[in-house]
């Protein structure tokens, strides 16, 4: 008997050895079959994933690069792109009249007052709150008093006053940080005095809390700001500049001939720019849109493209260095060359508005729903 068990046992073993093996190589063929249909998937460019997410009106929301920040019923309530248990709801001191927020720094502010997430106080305004820009680790604060003047006060995230920078009255155009780095700060003034306008944009490091450069431009308008890791590019109404981020000197410029910059992206270290002709208000129903592609090296190497548009567009956005065009029932791709790389089917309902998050993130409003739109990430 004790020979008979043995020869049961070796035989279980053996079959328990087979099931073993036969399931490492079904495994083993499923990863196959999984490692394959991922590198077919990135190779055919499919980058485009869409959701609905719980939000429930379009007024007031914000994105912050990790997230959706939105108030419903006397709540600031957030919604995580990649985990739920990051979500949160929190009460509201006041009626907000605007938000603010980066992965690092999160705010909703009234006339009077700046809410900074997880601070424990609520900042009181000496003045009227204009805006709030935040960075990776700061809440910066414009506000103007009753003479006029105005003033941009920079606060940590637990709500701490650091720096305060001062301007008269009619100075101050705009205010932001950095997106290479997202402790400098950098403001514009526009001086119109001598009848020729004359803009000036300086950065602060608030790690040094100093001054690091500044770029004056004479002769037109400069309508936006945004920086790499090595330039600082100034959207004009005649020409795109580019300076250099270390040296603040210009390097290059690029005629826009015309035309009026509405988004920008970038390629890989390309950065592209969104163009339509001056005096257009509005992409619904567009035709055409103009792609302009420039390097960050010492000339501009500027490549230009027009893209014809299907019919029945609602809005256009540059995401993760493509075009998105958006249509009722549908979302398609475009490379910065103008051709179609994908289209994305949008589920029942038709599409009527579309906001742009940040790089990788467009909201589109369907028939009182909203769907997340994710671009390559």
């Known amino acids: 008997m004790a020979r008979r068990k043995r020869r049961i046992v070796i035989r279980d073993r053996r079959k328990t050895a087979l ?3 036969a399931v490492l190589l079904g495994l083993i063929a499923l990863a196959g079959i999984a490692v394959l249909a991922f590198f077919t998937v990135k190779s055919c460019g499919v980058n485009l994933v869409t959701r609905t997410v719980p939000i429930w009106s379009s007024e007031t929301l914000c994105g912050t690069g990790d997230g959706i920040m939105t108030v419903r019923a006397g709540m600031l309530e957030f919604l995580s792109y990649r985990d739920e248990d990051y979500n949160f709801s929190k009460p509201l001191s006041g009626v907000p009249t605007g938000l603010a927020g980066t992965a690092g720094v999160k705010a909703v502010y009234t006339k009077e007052t700046v809410q900074i997430v997880d601070a424990p106080f609520d900042i009181v305004a000496e003045g009227e709150i ?7 680790e ?4 414009c506000t103007r008093r009753p003479n006029g003047s105005e003033c941009v006060s920079v606060y940590n995230s637990t709500g701490q006053p650091i720096y305060t920078l001062e301007y008269e009255a009619g100075r101050l155009v705009n205010f932001g940080f950095s997106e290479a780095s997202g402790t400098t700060l950098w403001t514009m003034e526009l001086d119109t005095d001598s009848g020729t306008p004359r803009t000036t944009v300086t ?8 001054s690091t450069g500044v770029i004056t431009v004479s002769g037109q308008l400069i309508e936006d700001v945004f920086f790499t890791s090595s330039s600082v590019f100034l959207v004009g109404t005649e020409s795109l500049i580019r300076c250099s981020a270390s040296a603040n000197r210009e ?3 690029v005629q826009l001939y015309g035309y009026r910059v509405i988004d920008r992206s970038m390629n890989g270290e390309s950065p592209v720019l969104l163009l339509v002709p001056r005096g257009q208000e509005s992409l619904e129903g567009a035709s055409s849109v103009r792609l302009l592609t420039v390097s960050q090296k010492d000339v501009a190497e500027e490549s230009s493209s027009v893209v014809m548009l299907p019919a029945g567009v609602i809005d256009c956005h540059l995401a ?3 075009l998105i065009v958006t249509r009722a029932n549908s979302v398609t ?14 589920p029942e309902g038709v599409t009527v508005a579309s906001i742009k998050l ?11 729903e909203f769907v997340l739109l994710t671009v390559g990430k």
């Not at 700061?138 to 604060?141: D, G, K, L, Q, R």
């Not at 791709?333 to 949008?346: H, I, M, N, R, W």
């Open 130 to 136: 204009r805006a709030v820009r935040c960075g990776s």
């Open 358 to 368: 940040d790089e990788h993130h467009i909201l589109l409003e369907r028939s009182g």
């Open 203 to 210: 950065t602060f490091d608030l790690g040094r809390m100093s």
């Open 333 to 346: 791709l475009y490379s910065v060359k103008g051709k179609a790389e994908e289209t994305e089917p949008l």
């Open 19 to 21: 099931r073993i093996a």
């Open 251 to 253: 390097i290059y410029r």
């Open 138 to 141: 700061h809440a910066a604060v």
């Open 320 to 322: 993760n260095g493509s």
